[in-house]
Nanobody, 120 residues
Framework: EVQLVESGGGSVQPGGSLKLSCLGSGYIFKDCEMAWYRQAPGKDRELVST????????NYNAAVRDRFTVDRENAENRLYLQMNNLKVEDTGVYYC?????????????WGRGTQVTVSS
């Protein structure tokens, strides 16, 4: 059974930093491109960042580019999101997702999310 468990969320003031982590299990971690999504209160989920299987390619939502950095450690089955200079509008639940872009990946799976709150 594929499982994704996010951690590292919390409450910070504007300008602060957090590092999210996602631990994958039940599949071969390196077989999937990965993504972080977020959902702010009252809004649709939006794509934050993606990373290729071996971290050779990354993409970012324009709203977070230059502030967030996505990374992965396949040997540890972990995906990361370093978030710096956080803004109030970054508040939301952040989800770790497998992207089924190749036949080796077992499918699209979502974690339960971790809450990030940015407020003064």
């Amino acid at each position: 059974e594929v499982q994704l468990v996010e951690s590292g969320g919390g409450s910070v003031q504007p300008g602060g930093s957090l590092k999210l982590s996602c631990l994958g299990s039940g599949y071969i971690f390196k077989d999937c491109e990965m993504a972080w999504y977020r959902q702010a209160p009252g809004k649709d989920r939006e794509l934050v960042s993606t990373i290729s299987r071996f971290a050779t390619r990354t993409n970012y939502n324009a709203a977070v580019r230059d502030r967030f950095t996505v990374d992965r450690e396949n040997a540890e089955n972990r995906l990361y999101l370093q978030m710096n200079n956080l803004k109030v509008e970054d508040t939301g639940v952040y989800y770790c997702v497998t992207l089924a872009k190749n036949i080796e990946c077992p499918g699209e799976y979502w974690g339960r999310g971790t809450q990030v709150t940015v407020s003064s």
